[in-house]
């Protein structure tokens, strides 16, 4: 933290983004990660691992919604989903909205879930009781290699491709995906920001146009991430992500006026890019600089 009582993330681009903190609610070294749970004075409480924020109470739904909705509701029938990270639950909460038969997690480090489940229950709201959820502890790239065409849809919810995640966002992993995925299968990973990490999110981009034939990058707004604009990319080889299903919406458990972010609206405007990014640019010319590490 950069002094009692405010949290800023490491640097980007000499940009820092401070909050008030109102307590420190836990702070533990894990076998992987530094994990805090943070009480923000803008956004409630907050998940941070290594100094990254990871979600907020107050706009983790604009993540969620986006990250798995979007691409949920392109598949015309998913059954069997696989999501790799998510430790605080929000993601697997959102996959158990929809009439899935069975949702695999595999999930690095215990620490994440339990703080979170302890300190943001709001997050997972029960999810992790979902008899349809089979948790694993472990490693997401060992579990993928052991998959072939297993699952209809896979959700990559990890931290930034640093640390344990650096697996996460190679050309081996996504044909490991590939060959996870039935036919028709998609994947939505998230990508960093288009603007304070455009390195980030191209090299993203363009490591998945390498290995599947449709690559569709689109945006979130996400206000407590560095920048606010946030990327996310859904990829396959034959199912595209632009709109969704109008029957699968029909089958979201719960008022689709009970969401905070998606609509079917937001959703097909969510794949319309700024013209620099549609190039495959980054979005402004801010000279990119890695994380210093200096909080
Ligand atoms: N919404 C967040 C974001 O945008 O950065 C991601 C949140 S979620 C807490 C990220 C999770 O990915 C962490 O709990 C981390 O332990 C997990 N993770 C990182 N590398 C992993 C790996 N190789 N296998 C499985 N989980 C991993």
Wanted: aromatic fraction near 8%.
């Amino acid at each position: 933290m950069a002094d009692p009582g405010t949290f800023a993330e490491p640097p980007l681009s000499g940009y820092r983004q401070h909050m008030e903190i109102r307590a420190l609610l836990r702070d533990e070294q894990s076998l992987y990660q530094h994990v805090q749970v943070l009480d923000t004075a803008p956004f409630g409480r907050m998940l941070v691992l290594d100094d990254a924020v990871q979600t907020t109470i107050a706009d983790e739904a604009a993540y969620h919604e986006m990250l798995v909705h979007v691409p949920m509701l392109a598949h015309p029938a998913p059954r069997q989903v696989l999501i790799v990270g998510g430790g605080d639950g929000g993601t697997l909460r959102r996959v158990l909205q929809h009439p899935i038969q069975r949702v695999v997690q595999v999930e690095i480090d215990e620490a994440v879930i339990r703080l979170s489940r302890e300190f943001l229950p709001e997050i997972s709201a029960g999810a992790y009781d979902d008899p349809r959820a089979d948790v694993i502890v472990g490693d997401g790239v060992a579990y993928l290699e052991t998959q072939s065409a297993a699952f209809d849809v896979v959700l990559i919810d990890s931290t930034d491709p640093v640390g344990p995640a650096e697996g996460l966002f190679t050309t081996d992993f996504y044909q490991t995906v590939r060959r996870a995925l039935r036919p028709g299968g998609l994947m939505a990973s998230h990508c960093g920001s288009p603007v304070l990490m455009a390195d980030g999110w191209l090299r993203t981009v363009s490591t998945l146009e390498g290995v599947f034939g449709i690559v569709q990058p689109y945006l979130a707004y996400v206000p407590a991430y560095p920048g606010g604009l946030w990327g996310m990319v859904a990829a396959s080889e034959s199912c595209s992500a632009h709109r969704p299903d109008p029957y699968r919406l029909s089958q979201l458990a719960g008022d689709l006026d009970e969401l905070s972010y998606y609509t079917p609206d937001v959703h097909m405007a969510s794949f319309a890019l700024p013209a620099t990014l549609g190039r495959r640019q980054p979005l402004f010319p801010i000279v990119a600089a890695e994380p210093s590490g200096v909080a």
